[in-house]
């Protein structure tokens, strides 16, 4: 039986009290990239009781994904945006999710990304990553902008830490290891990465700041 909206937000409150909640459950967080980083922060903030998700990506499910992705196998071809509002449903009912199966680029993403109090670069890619950070920080400086480097390989998950860059703008990941370095993303260190983001945003949210 699924719990009605009230319980379901009283359950929250009892857990981080009500100030707390109000902030997390009246925000707006946008997820660029849906993929082992940002399946894995949209479930954590879902979970936390978040308001509302915009879910960007232009991929379907592969089944390449499912090591490190939160996808079923069952959902193999089916455009992630959809697949990932579906689970994200069955865990937290009462999210509000927005889709846009689109590659954000320079020219989409400030429409894309306007409503957002909060933005989470989530990409696996080296040039989309640059791309979107450096557009946020020159044209959108009043965003806080939660971002990813260095998540690949088997090395220590001591090394994945959170990094307070400026202001607004904070970092994720060991700042080293990639892709084309480490040569394979792994679930566990994929997933600390996106624990360290989505906690990033929480304690954004309840202004518990990095110093």
């Known amino acids: 039986m699924i719990p009605t909206k009230e319980e379901w937000y009283t359950a929250l409150v009892e857990r981080y009290g009500e100030k707390i909640q109000k902030n997390i459950s ?3 967080v946008a997820i660029c990239g849906l993929g082992g980083l940002g399946s894995n922060i949209a479930f954590a903030l879902a979970r936390a009781g978040i308001g509302k998700l915009i879910l960007i990506d232009f991929d379907s499910v592969d089944i390449t994904n ?9 959902q193999i071809g089916i455009e992630k945006t959809e697949a990932l509002k579906d ?19 320079e020219d989409n993403a ?32 009043e965003k806080y902008l ?17 990094r307070r860059i400026s202001k607004r703008f904070y970092i ?5 290891s990639d892709v084309q370095s480490e040569g394979s993303l792994v679930a566990t260190r994929v997933m600390l ?5 989505a ?7 309840t202004e518990q700041f990095e110093t």
């Open 172 to 176: 994720c990941g060991d700042g080293t």
């Open 26 to 28: 009246s925000a707006t």
């Open 193 to 197: 990465c996106a624990a360290h983001q």
């Open 110 to 141: 400030e429409a894309l990304l306007e409503k957002a109090d909060i933005i989470c670069e989530a990409f696996d890619d080296a040039e989309s990553k640059a791309m979107l950070v450096n557009l946020v920080l020159e044209r959108m400086p």
């Open 87 to 105: 689970n994200l449903l069955e865990i937290a009912p009462y999210v509000i999710t927005e889709t846009h199966t689109v590659c954000i680029t």
């Open 199 to 205: 906690h990033a945003v929480l304690r954004i949210l």
């Open 146 to 162: 939660v971002a990813a480097s260095g998540m690949a390989g088997f090395g220590s998950a001591n090394t994945i830490q959170t």
């Open 66 to 74: 499912l090591h490190r992705q939160q996808y079923k196998a069952n």
